[in-house]
């Protein structure tokens, strides 16, 4: 199967996981784009969705999908995402698609994170993905040393030649080469430096559940 089929697969399979009558919690990505697609097809069913970026909400609502504000809502009783990396734990990496603050605000309004994602993002330790970090623009530099000091080195993430702007008007690092041993401790501790916004490290608001594309079919890992 390729990598495509099985994000097909796991947008499909995360259906299971929709509360009919509930708002649910809406990731953002190619394989949340899957899911989004899915949840067309049982629109009816459910009250809408809380989108986690400007990309998912249009694709929502182009498919007749009402989105709310989270401020409109009370606890969500599921989110559904994608991740860079997952470990064995639940905990993950995300961001590639520079969403991850709107993700992180989403998933900790739910009460389960169902994550979904092919068998190329399972890990033994997280860190080999470079891990997103946004920031407030003014602070870059200095949080690139800070990344330095623990050995990363940290890149401002570009589009089409410019410093890519996230949904909320800031900027986003890249930074490779952690090795992220304590994902609780090391989350806590990035998210303390002034000018960070959020650290695409989610261990605190990990998955309960991932759902992982195979070649054998859908792999449920539970945490
Ligand atoms: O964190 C994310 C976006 O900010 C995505 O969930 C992550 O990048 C995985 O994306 P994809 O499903 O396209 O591989």
């Not at 930074?175 to 916004?197: K, Y």
Request: negative net charge.
């Amino acid at each position: 199967m390729t990598q495509n089929e099985l994000k097909t697969l796991v947008g499909q399979a995360a259906l299971q996981y929709v509360v009919p009558g509930e708002i649910i919690g809406v990731g953002t990505g190619s394989t949340v784009n899957k899911f989004i697609d899915a949840l067309a097809t049982m629109k009816d069913q459910i009250k809408g969705a809380v989108s986690s970026s400007v990309a998912s909400t249009e694709r929502l609502l182009a498919l007749g999908i009402p989105v709310f504000d989270a401020n409109e809502v009370g606890e969500l009783a599921v989110y559904v995402d994608g991740a860079d990396e997952i470990d064995g734990r639940g905990h993950m990496v995300k961001g590639g698609g520079a969403a991850l603050t709107r993700e992180k605000i989403v998933a900790a309004q739910s009460r389960q994170f169902v994550c979904i994602a092919d068998a190329s993002k399972k890990v033994e330790a997280l860190g080999a993905f470079p891990l997103p970090v946004e920031v407030i623009p003014m602070a870059s530099a200095r949080i690139t040393r800070q990344f330095a000091a623990m050995g990363g080195t940290a890149t401002l993430r570009l589009k089409d030649g410019a410093p890519l702007v996230t949904d909320n008007g800031q900027h986003i690092l890249d930074v490779r080469g952690l090795h992220i041993t304590d994902p609780l401790a090391f989350e806590s501790e990035v998210n303390q430096w002034p000018g960070v916004v959020t650290v695409g490290v989610f261990a605190h608001q990990k998955a309960q559940v991932c759902l992982l594309g195979t070649e054998q079919g859908v792999l449920t890992l539970t945490y």
